[in-house]
């Protein structure tokens, strides 16, 4: 068993069905959930959902994790490699628009020995926290047509605060920077899916205002208006136990909602989405019960 550094932690567990490292899992993939989600953005998630993996184990601890059980690696059911493609095949015979990894990170090798020489004739969209290695996204040039990662915060102090990775501003931003420099300009097919390029998403926090604006300053200076979407979400909801952090045991205000949707407005980026404050429910966390990821009996 080789010692792992695939993540920016660079922990060095050898990661086995006893010993795991900061992820909370072992190398053998585990996931929640593998069916049509409709929480994403619309070139994503379009009429027929995207198909979406869902991964346990994360490399953060951000505190207002909306996923919790499943970050943390309490839900989920180990598969081999071969049954993950089975899964994205199975998926990818459901209809859906694209196969969409969630918080795969952990899991690079794995996942791309799954895609390789894989036919789907939709796209594979890779959907995660933008905490990563960008040596590590390098495995998966090629595999991966559409990017979707998170940039938390452009305040290390807060990141580390947060999500216990004060290191998080340039890693997630050279991560974001690789993904692009693997696809390219966006692009959509004629029915407005996403077929190929980076959508960045930003998650307004209460009471960081100027984090938000910070993110948004850096897509701006970083990308041409026609390189990159952006997405601001305004669905901060409180979970968990937020009792070392009461200042986030609000949603997000109009009045800073207004103030972030405006420095956005004002801003060089053109193309993308922005959320409503009325997104802020728990209504589109899905059950994270196996639903897709076991085999069916033949008498079921």
Known sequence: MSKCYLCPRGCGAER???RVGFCGVP???????AAPHFGEEPCISGERGSGAVFFAGCTLRCVFCQNYGLSRAKQGVPITV????????????????????????HYVPQ???????????????WNSSGYEKADTLKLLEGLVQ?????LKYLD?????NYSAAPDYPEVATAAIKEMFRQTGPFRFDEDGMLQSGVLIRHLILPGQAENSKRVID????????DDVLFSLMSQYTPMGDLTRFPELKRRVSPAENDEVYQHLMDSSIENGFFQELEAA???MIPRFDGTGVTPLKNDE
């Open 16 to 18: 086995d069905a006893d």
């Open 146 to 150: 559409v990017y979707l990662p998170d």
């Open 156 to 160: 290390g102090a807060l990141a580390g």
């Open 218 to 225: 850096w897509v701006s200076e970083q990308f041409e208006p």
């Open 27 to 33: 190398q053998e993939p585990v996931a929640a959930r």
């Open 111 to 125: 996942v791309a020995e799954a895609l390789s020489g894989l036919e789907l004739g939709i796209p594979v969209v």
């Open 281 to 283: 429910t728990t209504d």
């Open 82 to 105: 071969p049954r993950l493609r089975e899964i994205f095949l199975e998926l990818r015979d459901q209809g859906v628009h694209n196969i969409n990894l969630v918080t795969a990170s």
